[in-house]
């Protein structure tokens, strides 16, 4: 998880740009002037001390971006302008941990008097922990595909990736062996998006769910999420049963041994080593 010590800001008040969105065909014929509020957070701290541009966003350069982007693409909604734009700022900026974007649309067809309507939306970048396996075929080409079809989405950053260890099988035992690795990831996919790309991706590796904890091509899973605590019908972060794994903690704790979770509050290290003999499936 991004250790933010400080909150600083980078704000963009009443940026004027003429572009082509709405729902009407006349507003995207014509065009209507749109005003962009943006609060860019990002460490300020080394600039300040070297005043060196380089440390800090050029806010120029980010007014040309949205200026440019808000002119060279047409939507109906504000909610798919501001949904978009922010994205597009955040992949463009490294140094932009997360935004806040206001679009405000003084023109709106309103037949009533009235100032002014907008659309804000805060958006930031994510970290997440996965964890790869599989246990068919050519494992380690499964894996790596994993990987570079995760370093090939675009709102995706692959950071950390550890070494691939084998295993026994967990739960179903008469299967072959497993490799097993985990990755450090940055992500402005939701979690729900984010499972949704780890199942295609599985699904592209020739995955077939035929049997509850059965042989796999491929297995992706999100371990943590920030540290956020999360349960619907399709997925539960923190995963629910990754401190009774092995094959999981040991290659995650070569990446974060010190990550704490939120709701057992024990390190990462730390639940490895508390695992019983009888839980434990790495192959030495």
Known sequence: MRNELRADEIRIDMLEVFAHHGVLEEERQKGQVFYVNAVLYTDIHTAGREDNL????????????????????????????????????????DKIVALDLEIRKPQAPIPLPFGCVSIKVHRSWHTAYLSVGSNMGERVDYISGAIRALTAHPLIKVKKVSDLIPSRPY??????????????????????????????????????????????????????????????????????????????????????????????????????????????????
């Open 171 to 284: 739960g179903v035992k008469d299967q072959d062996d497993f490799l097993n690795g985990a990755l450090e990831i940055d992500t402005l996919l939701e979690p729900e998006e984010l499972l949704e790309a780890l199942h295609d991706m599985e699904d592209a590796a020739g995955r077939v769910r035929l049997r509850h904890w059965g042989p796999r091509t491929l297995d992706l899973d999100i371990l943590f999420y920030d540290k956020l605590i999360y349960e619907t019908d399709n997925i539960t972060i923190p995963h629910p049963d990754l401190h009774h794994r092995d094959f999981v903690l040991e290659p995650l704790s070569t990446l974060a041994p010190n990550y704490r979770h939120p709701i057992l509050g024990r390190t990462v290290i730390q639940l490895l080593h508390d695992l019983s003999e009888e839980e434990r499936t790495v192959i030495k």
């Open 54 to 93: 380089f440390y800090s966003v050029d806010y120029s350069e980010v007014c040309q971006f949205i200026t440019e982007w808000m002119q060279k693409n047409t939507f109906q909604l504000l909610e798919t302008v501001a949904e978009k734009l922010s994205k597009a700022v955040l992949i463009k900026y």
